[in-house]
């Protein structure tokens, strides 16, 4: 197939379902680049460089309360929760692949998590939230909602991610009701599609509209993924 009708193919893919995965494009710096060029611009994190490695290696301890770098699961998240405003884009490739099985990436829509909270809750959009990410010497972070309009798509995003370094702390009891809600549905498996990456294969996410997470890695190998941010 010639590489604009790909292309097209993979945007159509991207816009219905917030995600898409490119199948062996290789595990070379170089690669990912060429791909992100025509994607967006790179951007920088304020803990994180906007091309990284996410690595765990069985041979080398893990840094102290770090999931990313942990065998641990992650739960599903969107990156840059505590930003004033998170990246659009988040590629993730694999530059090697845990045992079959392990370290599998979930995938939540956004928009689903919206739909089932509005089904019973109104306006969940109005609820406020301070989002903070806490190290050993800062603490960040941003007020504002879960849910938030997308103006070029007039669609909804999602912000969501609560673990050991990350908090979400509801600013009313009725932002405390819509938090309980999300996290039950982002929790419930019925919610999450599962991708298994292999060495040499990326995923490019829609981070206003999914979260994105793994499975615990087996903990006996190592596992690399590159990890890009853009707008
Ligand atoms: O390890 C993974 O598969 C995902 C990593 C991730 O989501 C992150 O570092 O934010
Ligand atoms: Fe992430």
Not at 40 to 60: M, R
Not at 179 to 190: E, P, R, S
Request: with cysteine; charged share 20%; net charge neutral.
């Amino acid at each position: 197939m010639n590489e604009a009708l790909c292309w097209n193919e993979s945007f159509e893919c991207l816009l219905k379902q917030g995600f898409y995965v490119f199948r062996e494009i290789g595990t070379s710096e170089e690669t990912l680049r060429r791909l992100l060029s025509k994607i967006g611009v790179c951007v920088n994190g304020i803990f994180e460089e906007a091309i990284g490695l996410v690595k765990f290696d069985p041979c080398i301890p893990t840094r102290p309360n770090s999931i990313a770098y942990s065998a641990s699961e992650m739960r599903p998240h969107t990156d840059g929760t505590f930003e004033q405003i998170p990246p659009k884009h988040i590629l993730l490739q694999c530059v090697q692949s845990d045992q079959y099985g392990y370290g599998v990436t979930t995938i939540v829509d956004g928009n689903t998590i919206y739909d089932i909270v509005s089904s019973t809750t109104k306006n969940p959009e109005s609820a406020l939230f301070v989002f903070s990410r806490r190290e050993k010497f800062t603490n960040v972070e941003v007020t504002g909602s879960i849910f938030f309009p997308i103006e070029e798509t007039g669609g909804i995003g999602i912000r969501f991610r609560s673990d050991t370094k990350y908090s979400i702390k509801p600013l009313s009891p009725f932002a405390n009701h819509v938090l309980n809600l999300v996290q039950t549905a982002v929790n419930d498996i019925q919610n999450s599609q599962q991708v298994y990456l292999r060495t040499g294969d990326a995923i490019w996410l829609l981070n206003h509209r999914v979260l994105h997470g793994r499975t615990a890695l087996s903990g006996l190998s190592r596992r690399i993924l590159r990890r890009a941010r853009l707008n």
